[in-house]
């Protein structure tokens, strides 16, 4: 498998990734991980586009983090597989993953079977 425009899918949705996480929240220095930031430090300029994001409150930022936080942890393994070489094997029952789900989905980490279950 050509894992190269995996790779370069992949890098790219975790830069796109971690601008979203950019706007709702800021990287705790003394942990290195991802938080929320309460809504009085977004910024006043917003564009419409962030509008409602800007207007969710600290809960709902914290559970839209939680989520790309999760994607990409994905996103990284997918990336360490591809450099260890067993990127593609679904973690499941160990066979390959199906080329077009990985096109739809990069970080996919089962075979379509083994989603289905
Ligand atoms: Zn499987």
Do not use: H
């Not at 939680?66 to 990127?87: C, H, M, P, Q």
């Not at 390959?96 to 989603?115: H, P, V």
Request: hydrophobic fraction near 25%.
């Amino acid at each position: 498998m050509n894992t190269e425009i995996f790779k370069t899918k992949l890098e790219e949705e975790k830069k796109l990734i971690e601008e979203e996480l950019g706007d709702i929240g800021r990287i705790d220095t003394s942990t290195g991980e991802w938080e929320a930031t309460p809504e009085s430090q977004s910024s006043p300029e917003a564009d419409t586009n962030d509008l409602s994001d800007r207007t969710e409150d600290y809960e709902e930022r914290s559970a839209t983090m939680s989520t790309l936080n999760s994607r990409l942890e994905d996103v990284d393994l997918a990336l360490d597989k591809i450099k260890n070489g067993n990127y593609g094997i679904c973690e499941s029952c160990g066979k390959e993953i199906e080329e077009e789900r990985l096109k739809a989905n990069a970080s996919a980490r089962t075979c379509t079977e083994c989603m289905n279950k």
